[in-house]
């Protein structure tokens, strides 16, 4: 059959890997989701119930409240909070914050990875669309999207995601706020993700105030998407239940509300930390998942936060503000007085103008008391005596998303290459991770595996797998119905060719979660590589039953269709596979193929005339392939 070509199994392998890599972080978010409506293993207690607290709003029974329930009684802060990034940080595109963005000067169009794309505001209703034309100009395809939330307050950049009957995507286009420019989105100079990039709860954990995922899935929300848009009051102060009821009541009590300037270091870091330490890799501790966090407890009962190891990390840039601070002498030889609020008021942003004096304010807290104070004279410190201008400069690299721009390391001299020694080279049997927090002392080499297969799953690395796999045989020997362990452990045994065994943990996977959206397609991707191609069928049709708006699902389903000679099965799921994405060139060779074995010759010309129309540069053998009916 003319599929098995090599150039084809090459191509086929690529984008299997591609759409593996798409969903990577997928694995575990759409196991923790599952964990939603299982009991807990007994092996790690609920640290909301568990841990010795004075704060009662850690508990899991006090429940948030309404966000303006707050400004009733804080009307300042709630005024000031509302122009920190924070408190814009997401919103409807009917309400987002104004940039400027959409006037010509803007320039909404540009080109890019071979597409042109526009940006068009009519009323409240945004748009965009990628275009894609062949080679004497004219149009392959025209997709128009309309989206619907704003991510980002502007400070850096805004990215825009689509709702598709409560299942979120990230738009490829993106606003610089710098460069005063609309362009690709972070990461997509690197894959092509079209429209189809999943919003991960981990994203939106990040980004707004509460969304309530639907277990199993990827990427999908119950209604109404987001209950608050913007990073609420609650995020870094707990539940405010209790706290308004008693202080309604006029009988306030202490512990009933967090305020962590009270907590001691680790646990006053860890509420910025939830967000700004986004690290490698993070877990979920088993059973658990990370909107349980409660601001007042450990971090890392919830999420095992994984960095580079010291010798493999560039602190001087790709890396994270709370990566930095620690790596600070401030930090290193405070014990534990600095943390980010030393500096940052947490409901404001000082003016421009009033920089300066706030930040040398706080420096001068502990320089100049406790700490020896600068050794620059300060006749050569004038006029501005400006201490953040000398000790953390910016980083004078473009846009790396993520990462933090202020030299957060506080060094004596930055310009110098102090601290900064380039990442080793990996050895073999190195472990390409480390845990950022203390060891928990339970099931920590569990988490290490979790994270180690979805680095070798992104990175396919068959070694990284290796790695992965003593350590999740060991927890599963303990717990064999962790879930998340017993998929990850399937996508580092399919790594590295142990496929049978790997398609018997997702068969014990899907008998403890059977809506699971990933492991009925890691099933089908390993069926599919062992050539048995009507259960690859059956298993990219139930992710399909659960997500009709992944391409690499319906893609899936009309290869195995055309394996199994269901050619008008193929038709229909290539079709809306490439509605979802007109530019799967592997999905347009699967629909032509199938229009021919049908004996629909215009049809199949038709698309082959739209195929070429991107250039492949196996033109010539594709057309070769189909032979003279096509010319
Ligand atoms: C009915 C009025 C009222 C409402 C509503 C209210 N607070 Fe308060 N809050 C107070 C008063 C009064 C204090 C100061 C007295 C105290 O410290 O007990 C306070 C103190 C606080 C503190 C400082 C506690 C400390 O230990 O330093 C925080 C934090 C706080 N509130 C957050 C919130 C948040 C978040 C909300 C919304 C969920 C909220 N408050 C809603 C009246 C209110
Ligand atoms: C729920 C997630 C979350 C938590 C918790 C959180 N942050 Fe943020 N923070 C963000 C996001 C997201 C942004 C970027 C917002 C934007 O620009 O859209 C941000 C931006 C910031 C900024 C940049 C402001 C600027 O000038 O651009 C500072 C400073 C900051 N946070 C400090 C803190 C501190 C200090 C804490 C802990 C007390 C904290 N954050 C807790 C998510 C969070
Ligand atoms: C672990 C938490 C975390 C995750 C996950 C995360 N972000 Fe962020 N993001 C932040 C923080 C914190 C900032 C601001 C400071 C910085 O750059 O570190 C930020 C900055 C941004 C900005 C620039 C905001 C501005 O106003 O300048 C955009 C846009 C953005 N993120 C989009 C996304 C999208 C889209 C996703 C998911 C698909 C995502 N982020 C995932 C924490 C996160
Ligand atoms: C990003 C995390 C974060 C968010 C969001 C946040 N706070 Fe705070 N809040 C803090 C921290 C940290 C402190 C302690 C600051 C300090 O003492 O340096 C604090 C202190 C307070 C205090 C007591 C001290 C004071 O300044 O009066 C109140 C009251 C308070 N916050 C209310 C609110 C309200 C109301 C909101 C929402 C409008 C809110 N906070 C949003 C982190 C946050
Ligand atoms: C919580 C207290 C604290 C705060 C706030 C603080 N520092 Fe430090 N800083 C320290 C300590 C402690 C040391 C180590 C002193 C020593 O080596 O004995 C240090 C060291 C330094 C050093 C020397 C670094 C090196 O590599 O030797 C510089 C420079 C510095 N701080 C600048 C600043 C600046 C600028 C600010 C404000 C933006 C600031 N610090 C805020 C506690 C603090
Ligand atoms: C020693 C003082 C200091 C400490 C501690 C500190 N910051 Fe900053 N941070 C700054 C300064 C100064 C800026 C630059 C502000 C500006 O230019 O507006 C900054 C900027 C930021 C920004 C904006 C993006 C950027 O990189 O410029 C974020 C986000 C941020 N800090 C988060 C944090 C977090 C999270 C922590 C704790 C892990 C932290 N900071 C600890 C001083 C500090
Ligand atoms: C014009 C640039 C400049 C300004 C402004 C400046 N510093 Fe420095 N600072 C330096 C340099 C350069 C050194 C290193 C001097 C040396 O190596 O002898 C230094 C050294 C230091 C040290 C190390 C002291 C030690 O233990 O050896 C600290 C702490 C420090 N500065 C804090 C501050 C603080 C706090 C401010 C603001 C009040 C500040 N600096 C303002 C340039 C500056």
Known sequence: M?????????????????????????????????WRSRPVPAALPDPRLAYPSPFRNVRPEVAYVAEDRCAECHADIAAKYREHPMGRSLAPVADEPDLGHYGEAAHPTFEAAGFAYRVTK??????????????????????????????????????????????????PVSWYSKDRRWGLSPGYDKTEYHFERPVQAECLFCH????????????????????????????????????????????????????????????????CEQ????????????????YEYRPGLPLELFVAVFVLPADQADHHRAVSHAEQMAVSNCSKKSAGKLGCISCHDPHMVPAPEAKATHYRTRCLNCHGHDVEGCTLPASQRRPTDDCVACHMPPRDSSNIAHTSVTDHRVLRRPTSETGHTPPRPLRPE???????????????????????????????????AALALPRLDDALIEHPTDVVALEARAAARGLVGQREEALQDLDAVLRLAPGSEHAHFLAATLARQLNRYGPAADS????????????????????????????????????AALELNPARLDTRRVLIWSLL??????????EFDRYRAFRPADEETVASWFGPKLR
Request: glycine share 10%; net charge positive.
């Open 430 to 464: 190195q472990v390409p991770l480390t845990r950022f927090h203390a060891p928990t002392g339970k099931l920590d080499e569990r988490d290490l595996g979790v994270a180690l297969v979805r680095i070798a799953v992104g990175r396919q690395a068959p070694p990284i």
């Open 597 to 606: 074995k049908q004996s629909r010759p215009t049809e199949a010309k038709a």
């Open 275 to 290: 967000c700004h330490l986004q690290g490698q890799q993070r877990v979920e501790r088993m059973g658990r998942n990370l």
């Open 2 to 34: 003319e599929v098995t070509r090599p150039g084809m199994r090459r191509r086929q392998k690529y984008l299997l890997a591609a759409g593996l890599t798409l969903l990577l972080g997928g694995v575990a978010i759409g196991a923790w989701l599952w």
């Open 208 to 271: 707004a105030d509460q969304v309530a995922p639907i277990a199993g899935t990827a990427n999908r929300y119950a209604p109404p998407t987001f209950r608050g848009y913007a990073i609420g009051c609650q995020r870094c102060h707990g539940p405010g239940e209790l706290h308004v009821r008693e202080q309604e009541a006029g009988e306030a009590t202490a512990g009933a509300i967090v305020n962590p300037a009270r907590l001691e270091p680790r646990l006053r870091d860890a509420v």
């Open 122 to 171: 009519q009323q409240s209703v945004v748009t965009h669309e990628e275009v894609k034309r062949g080679p004497d100009g004219q149009v392959a395809y025209a997709l128009r999207q309309e989206v619907h939330y704003a991510v980002g307050s502007g400070a850096q950049g805004r990215s825009y995601l689509l709702d598709r009957d409560g299942y979120l995507f990230v738009s």
């Open 540 to 575: 990219y049709r139930r992710a399909v039953a659960i997500n009709p708006y992944n391409s690499e699902y319906q893609h899936g389903l009309a290869y195995a269709c055309f394996r199994t000679s269901d050619w008008a099965g193929a038709c229909d799921a290539a079709s």
